[in-house]
């Protein structure tokens, strides 16, 4: 048994334990780690990392250590969004 402790904060409905793409951005670089542990809340989506992951993942960025390098397009809403 591997069950979230809490329900989802945002709209309170059960979290499953997931692996998961995590992306952050800092500034204007984008990182992407995969392989993250997260409960993900299966009605809304809402992902939560433990404090503890959230620290690998930093460290994991701040190390360099980079597995693979992606090309991401980048979409700007505003020129298409209807006003
Ligand atoms: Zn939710």
Redesign the pocket.
Known sequence: MNEAQS???????W?RRETITFTQTIRDSVYIVTDVPADV??????QYLSPDTVGATQTLIESGDVGETRQVPVYRLAATAPS
């Open positions: 329900p989802c904060s945002v709209c309170g409905a979290l809340c299966v009605q809304c989506g809402e």
